[in-house]
């Protein structure tokens, strides 16, 4: 077994200069401000596993070495991805042993790497992914789920052991239509010798014919191992019922997400309609407060009624006030 990650080194990768990241075995969280690195350290792991991008786009611009990660595993294996204008290549460490260098071509990726990282595309996820299994569509889901619990595994097992075993079944019929002709053979032999000589004929086809039986018993114990396992996957009927049932619930979720979001996009517009009329409203105040305010001035200045230029006794003047100031 591989193991997990031990640790993360980033050398002049992107904004670190030489940054160390022990992981702990359960659940390791990096925090910090925008822009200090943080999404880097998913890069670099992502870097190393699929050798993308190509070229010099993850070296730091004040890098007066190569680029290098480091990911160190528990099982002991220490991995590095060392790039620079003129070094491209991995190492793989062990112990005190001679490292082993690999050197890049294109996008290939060392086998003995990717075996000792064993990870997968849904292993390493970026901030800017979407939600894992939520994102995809529905067959590819239960692609996913089907390899998470091994269900296509049983099954394989036992489509090839009824074709080994149909080929074997095969030429054992082969062989007893050999030995028939033998016998005929042998039933019209004169002589001794050549008696003999058939006799030997007939024992070195019963050897095949063992030898073919005992082949067919080990395919039948196989096969009846492989239905054992596929009776075994059987017994998860209920984890793949509530894999559909998740299934199904995520695709509600995903339609309840579009419904908020449309009706997310309709408030947001109400909400602008909404904010000029209010500031309509308060340029209207405004004027009305200044009329009303003119309107005062000049029945104090004159004692004229503003509309019909006639003078006000007191009670008119309180009458028209209170109309204005209603």
């Given amino acids: 077994m591989p193991g997990y990650i031990d640790y993360i080194r980033l050398i002049f990768f992107q904004s670190h200069r030489d940054t160390t990241i022990s992981l702990h075995p359960g659940v390791t969280a990096i925090t910090g401000e925008s822009d200090v690195g943080k999404s880097s350290v998913v890069r670099a792991i992502k870097w190393v596993m699929t050798n993308r991008p190509k070229g010099l786009g993850y070296c730091s611009d004040f890098a007066d070495g190569p680029t290098e990660v ?75 789920l089907n390899n998470l619990v091994g269900a296509g595994a049983a099954d394989e097992a036992v489509r090839l052991s009824n074709i080994e075993i149909q080929t074997v ?8 239509i050999k030995v028939e002709r033998k016998d005929l053979a042998i039933a019209g032999f004169q002589g001794a010798g050549d008696l003999v000589e058939g006799v030997e004929l007939v024992k070195g086809l019963v050897d095949e014919y063992h030898r073919l039986g005992s082949r067919t018993i080990a395919l039948s114990r196989g096969l009846e191992r492989a239905l054992e396992l596929q009776e075994v996957l059987s017994l998860d009927a209920d984890l793949i019922q509530g894999a559909r049932a998740l299934l199904d619930r995520l695709d509600e979720m995903i339609k309840e997400h579009e419904a908020l979001r449309r009706w997310g996009s309709k408030l947001s517009v109400l909400a602008i309609q909404g904010q000029q009329a209010s500031d309509y409203l308060e340029v209207a105040e405004s004027k009305l407060a200044w009329a009303k305010g003119e309107a005062t001035k000049i029945i104090d200045a004159t004692g004229d009624c503003p509309i019909c230029d006639n003078k006000l006794g007191d009670t008119g003047r309180e009458r028209l006030m209170g109309w204005i100031f209603k």
């Fill in 169 to 176: 079944g095969q030429a054992v019929a082969q062989l007893g």
């Fill in 70 to 144: 480091h990911i160190a595993l528990t099982a002991g294996p220490l991995i590095k991805r060392i790039r620079s204008k003129d070094i491209n290549r991995y190492e793989i460490h062990i112990g005190d042993d001679k490292p082993k260098v690999f050197d890049t071509v294109k996008f290939d990726v060392p086998k003995p790497v990717l075996a000792l990282l064993n990870l997968a595309d849904y292993n390493v996820r970026g901030q800017h992914d979407g939600p894992y299994l939520v994102a995809d569509r529905r067959p590819a889901v239960a692609r996913t």
